[in-house]
């Protein structure tokens, strides 16, 4: 597996300051990561062509779903723009011989080292909701579109506008007049900002109400398939590590997220929101 370490990126000095703490590789255990986690891949899965087939993993983290990718046959590659997360990519990747990521690199979202029309999908994980400018946004969602082929698949997530609210009502961090402030500001305009050193409280980011996403989708030439919230009213669940570990409850919790899906009066209900789209 190849990855350049000298390849630069531009990313604000809090959002890397947040992701050199090493929290984010553990960010998708317990029972509302694993959910996330779950419903993600099925999500993913429900779209990717057959293996093999070439995937852009941007704004990979430290490779959990670039692994999973190269265990089903496929070829991929990672960006991310914290040489951390590019390091434990490749140790990630090395922990599973026989099913290397390609490669694992530093790059920036808006500006892809990657040739036009080359991906047969592109995953976009986390880079709009870090991307709090709406313009960069939309170039990091066109340069998708330039390298992925006609008809491909794209599947670019947003923090739900209503995520930190919902979260401060099930954890009881609205009794805190910082955290209330961060949601009060989440609600009036979507950028979400930490002033405190908390780093359960996130960093600096974008959070989209589900039109804005489809809307920035579209303006970047896309034609959307479908907005699907992905933890759903799940992540208000308080008991929701005893449904998780309980088998046929989980089944139950799943099935009642995926008749949801096509409620458009609570798609905002999640913390994240993916967009499927694909190229015209």
């Given at each position: 597996m190849s990855g350049p370490e000298n390849s630069?990126?531009?990313?604000?000095q809090n959002i890397q300051h947040y992701y050199d703490r090493g929290l984010e590789i553990h960010r998708l255990s317990g029972a509302v990561g694993e959910l996330e986690l779950f419903r993600t891949k099925e999500i993913i899965g429900r779209y990717l062509p057959q293996p093999p087939a070439l995937i852009l993993d941007v704004g990979g983290g430290p490779g959990i779903y670039a692994c999973w990718l190269a265990q089903e046959g496929y070829e991929i590659h990672l960006i991310d723009p914290i040489p951390l997360h590019a390091k434990q990519a490749r140790q990630a990747s090395?922990?599973?011989?026989?099913?290397?990521?390609?490669?694992?690199?530093?790059?920036?979202?808006?500006?892809?080292?990657?040739?036009?029309?080359?991906?047969?999908?592109?995953?976009?994980?986390?880079?709009?909701?870090?991307?709090?400018?709406?313009?960069?946004?939309?170039?990091?969602?066109r340069e998708a579109y330039r390298?992925?082929?006609?008809?491909?698949?794209?599947?670019?997530?947003?923090?739900?506008?209503?995520a930190s609210t919902l979260d401060g009502l099930v954890s009881g961090f609205l009794d805190d007049p910082d955290f209330k402030s961060i949601a009060r500001r989440d609600l009036a305009d979507g950028q979400h900002r930490n002033p405190t050193d908390k780093p359960h409280y996130f960093?600096?980011?974008f959070f989209h109400h589900p039109e804005e996403l489809e809307v920035e989708v579209g303006e970047a030439g896309f034609q959307l398939?479908?907005?699907?919230?992905?933890?759903?009213?799940?992540?208000?669940?308080?008991?929701?590590p005893e449904r998780w570990s309980d088998l046929d409850r989980r089944k139950q919790l799943l099935e009642t997220l995926y008749w949801l899906e096509d409620e458009r009066t609570i798609l905002g209900v999640t913390g994240h929101l993916m967009a499927v789209a694909r190229k015209r």
């Amino acid at each position: 597996m190849s990855g350049p370490e000298n390849s630069q990126s531009s990313i604000p000095q809090n959002i890397q300051h947040y992701y050199d703490r090493g929290l984010e590789i553990h960010r998708l255990s317990g029972a509302v990561g694993e959910l996330e986690l779950f419903r993600t891949k099925e999500i993913i899965g429900r779209y990717l062509p057959q293996p093999p087939a070439l995937i852009l993993d941007v704004g990979g983290g430290p490779g959990i779903y670039a692994c999973w990718l190269a265990q089903e046959g496929y070829e991929i590659h990672l960006i991310d723009p914290i040489p951390l997360h590019a390091k434990q990519a490749r140790q990630a990747s090395q922990n599973q011989p026989g099913f290397s990521i390609t490669s694992a690199s530093i790059g920036d979202a808006r500006n892809l080292a990657q040739a036009d029309h080359i991906a047969d999908a592109v995953l976009m994980l986390g880079p709009l909701y870090h991307l709090t400018n709406r313009d960069d946004r939309i170039a990091a969602l066109r340069e998708a579109y330039r390298v992925l082929k006609v008809s491909a698949p794209i599947f670019a997530v947003g923090i739900s506008r209503f995520a930190s609210t919902l979260d401060g009502l099930v954890s009881g961090f609205l009794d805190d007049p910082d955290f209330k402030s961060i949601a009060r500001r989440d609600l009036a305009d979507g950028q979400h900002r930490n002033p405190t050193d908390k780093p359960h409280y996130f960093t600096a980011a974008f959070f989209h109400h589900p039109e804005e996403l489809e809307v920035e989708v579209g303006e970047a030439g896309f034609q959307l398939e479908k907005i699907i919230p992905v933890e759903g009213v799940a992540a208000l669940l308080q008991d929701l590590p005893e449904r998780w570990s309980d088998l046929d409850r989980r089944k139950q919790l799943l099935e009642t997220l995926y008749w949801l899906e096509d409620e458009r009066t609570i798609l905002g209900v999640t913390g994240h929101l993916m967009a499927v789209a694909r190229k015209r």
